[in-house]
Protein backbone atom coordinates (compact mmCIF):
# COMPACT_ATOMS: atom_id res chain seq x y z
CA UNK A 1 0.00 0.00 0.00
CA UNK A 2 1.36 3.07 -0.85
CA UNK A 3 -0.19 6.44 -0.63
CA UNK A 4 0.31 9.07 -3.67
CA UNK A 5 -0.44 12.88 -2.97
CA UNK A 6 -1.13 14.12 -6.52
CA UNK A 7 -1.21 17.75 -7.58
CA UNK A 8 -0.72 20.29 -4.42
CA UNK A 9 0.20 23.36 -4.17
CA UNK A 10 0.10 24.15 -0.78
CA UNK A 11 3.17 23.17 1.34
CA UNK A 12 1.39 22.82 4.69
CA UNK A 13 -0.72 20.13 2.96
CA UNK A 14 2.38 18.47 1.93
CA UNK A 15 4.22 18.22 5.38
CA UNK A 16 1.00 17.52 7.10
CA UNK A 17 -0.05 14.52 4.67
CA UNK A 18 4.09 13.27 4.87
CA UNK A 19 3.68 13.44 8.80
CA UNK A 20 0.05 11.19 8.55
CA UNK A 21 1.51 8.71 6.47
CA UNK A 22 4.64 8.79 8.52
CA UNK A 23 3.01 8.69 11.49
CA UNK A 24 0.37 5.60 11.00
CA UNK A 25 3.20 3.34 9.94
CA UNK A 26 3.57 3.75 5.98
CA UNK A 27 6.86 3.39 4.79
CA UNK A 28 6.43 4.97 1.36
CA UNK A 29 4.92 8.23 0.51
CA UNK A 30 4.58 9.71 -3.25
CA UNK A 31 4.31 13.02 -4.13
CA UNK A 32 3.28 13.93 -8.01
CA UNK A 33 2.99 17.15 -9.47
CA UNK A 34 3.90 19.48 -6.73
CA UNK A 35 3.92 22.86 -7.86
CA UNK A 36 4.80 26.44 -6.17
CA UNK A 37 5.42 26.57 -2.95
CA UNK A 38 4.74 22.65 -2.22
CA UNK A 39 7.61 21.97 -4.26
CA UNK A 40 10.49 24.91 -3.08
CA UNK A 41 9.59 24.43 1.09
CA UNK A 42 7.02 21.11 1.20
CA UNK A 43 9.15 18.43 -0.32
CA UNK A 44 12.33 19.64 1.66
CA UNK A 45 10.19 19.68 4.79
CA UNK A 46 8.70 16.57 3.70
CA UNK A 47 12.29 14.97 3.03
CA UNK A 48 13.02 15.83 6.50
CA UNK A 49 10.45 14.42 7.43
CA UNK A 50 10.96 10.92 6.22
CA UNK A 51 14.45 11.24 7.33
CA UNK A 52 13.18 11.80 10.61
CA UNK A 53 10.98 8.87 10.65
CA UNK A 54 13.12 6.52 8.65
CA UNK A 55 10.44 5.96 6.01
CA UNK A 56 11.04 6.73 2.05
CA UNK A 57 9.75 9.82 -0.46
CA UNK A 58 9.55 10.11 -3.60
CA UNK A 59 8.78 12.70 -6.01
CA UNK A 60 7.75 12.62 -9.65
CA UNK A 61 6.41 15.23 -12.54
CA UNK A 62 2.93 13.85 -12.88
CA UNK A 63 0.54 10.92 -11.89
CA UNK A 64 1.03 8.52 -15.45
CA UNK A 65 4.90 8.99 -14.84
CA UNK A 66 4.30 7.36 -11.41
CA UNK A 67 2.01 4.82 -12.75
CA UNK A 68 4.59 3.74 -15.75
CA UNK A 69 7.47 3.88 -13.19
CA UNK A 70 6.39 1.62 -10.16
CA UNK A 71 3.36 -0.52 -11.81
CA UNK A 72 1.13 -0.90 -9.14
CA UNK A 73 -1.11 -3.92 -9.32
CA UNK A 74 -4.08 -1.42 -8.65
CA UNK A 75 -4.48 2.29 -8.55
CA UNK A 76 -7.46 3.41 -5.91
CA UNK A 77 -8.55 6.98 -6.02
CA UNK A 78 -10.08 7.91 -3.07
CA UNK A 79 -12.40 10.47 -3.16
CA UNK A 80 -15.33 11.76 -1.09
CA UNK A 81 -18.48 9.61 -1.24
CA UNK A 82 -20.85 12.21 -2.69
CA UNK A 83 -18.62 11.69 -6.04
CA UNK A 84 -19.21 8.00 -6.35
CA UNK A 85 -17.12 4.95 -6.56
CA UNK A 86 -17.08 2.09 -4.63
CA UNK A 87 -16.42 1.73 -1.00
CA UNK A 88 -12.17 1.55 -0.07
CA UNK A 89 -13.35 -1.67 2.38
CA UNK A 90 -14.58 -3.70 -0.08
CA UNK A 91 -11.73 -2.11 -2.49
CA UNK A 92 -9.33 -3.29 -0.89
CA UNK A 93 -10.85 -6.36 0.30
CA UNK A 94 -11.09 -7.51 -2.40
CA UNK A 95 -7.46 -6.53 -3.78
CA UNK A 96 -6.29 -8.52 -0.82
CA UNK A 97 -7.51 -11.29 -2.34
CA UNK A 98 -6.14 -11.26 -5.99
CA UNK A 99 -2.71 -9.18 -5.11
CA UNK A 100 0.61 -11.61 -4.76
CA UNK A 101 3.56 -10.80 -2.43
CA UNK A 102 5.48 -7.59 -3.59
CA UNK A 103 2.72 -6.40 -5.36
CA UNK A 104 1.60 -2.36 -5.07
CA UNK A 105 -1.79 -0.49 -4.73
CA UNK A 106 -1.44 3.29 -5.25
CA UNK A 107 -4.07 4.65 -2.64
CA UNK A 108 -4.00 8.40 -4.43
CA UNK A 109 -5.33 11.67 -2.76
CA UNK A 110 -5.97 14.75 -5.10
CA UNK A 111 -3.65 17.95 -3.08
CA UNK A 112 -6.02 20.76 -4.37
CA UNK A 113 -9.87 20.90 -4.09
CA UNK A 114 -12.12 19.45 -5.15
CA UNK A 115 -9.70 16.31 -6.15
CA UNK A 116 -8.69 14.72 -9.30
CA UNK A 117 -9.37 15.86 -12.65
CA UNK A 118 -11.41 13.16 -14.96
CA UNK A 119 -8.24 12.68 -16.86
CA UNK A 120 -6.91 11.30 -13.87
CA UNK A 121 -9.98 9.39 -12.88
CA UNK A 122 -9.22 7.52 -15.90
CA UNK A 123 -5.57 6.17 -14.30
CA UNK A 124 -7.58 3.87 -11.85
CA UNK A 125 -10.75 3.05 -10.03
CA UNK A 126 -12.34 5.57 -7.37
CA UNK A 127 -13.58 4.44 -4.09
CA UNK A 128 -14.46 6.33 -1.05
CA UNK A 129 -13.64 5.58 2.65
CA UNK A 130 -16.96 4.55 4.49
CA UNK A 131 -19.32 7.23 6.33
CA UNK A 132 -16.86 10.33 4.37
CA UNK A 133 -19.56 11.65 2.04
CA UNK A 134 -18.62 15.48 1.97
CA UNK A 135 -15.17 17.22 1.14
CA UNK A 136 -13.19 16.95 4.49
CA UNK A 137 -9.77 18.56 3.32
CA UNK A 138 -7.38 16.26 1.78
CA UNK A 139 -4.96 15.68 5.50
CA UNK A 140 -8.67 14.35 6.87
CA UNK A 141 -9.31 12.16 3.85
CA UNK A 142 -5.88 11.11 4.05
CA UNK A 143 -6.33 9.98 7.72
CA UNK A 144 -9.53 8.54 7.94
CA UNK A 145 -8.16 6.08 4.52
CA UNK A 146 -5.12 5.05 6.27
CA UNK A 147 -6.31 4.29 9.51
CA UNK A 148 -8.86 2.29 7.58
CA UNK A 149 -6.46 0.47 5.71
CA UNK A 150 -4.17 -0.16 8.96
CA UNK A 151 -7.07 -1.56 10.72
CA UNK A 152 -7.67 -3.80 7.67
CA UNK A 153 -3.96 -4.92 7.14
CA UNK A 154 -4.35 -5.67 11.54
CA UNK A 155 -7.39 -8.30 10.87
CA UNK A 156 -5.79 -10.08 8.17
CA UNK A 157 -3.75 -13.64 8.94
Do not use: W
Amino acid sequence: MIPVLHNTQSSQRLAEVARTVYGLGFNYLIVTKAVGSAAQVGVPEAQKLAYKFGRNLLVLADLSEAIELLQPRKVLLVMPGKYGGRGLHEALAEAAKELREGDKVFLVFGGVEPGLSQRELKLGEMVSPEGVEEDIGTVALVAISLYRVNELLRRQP
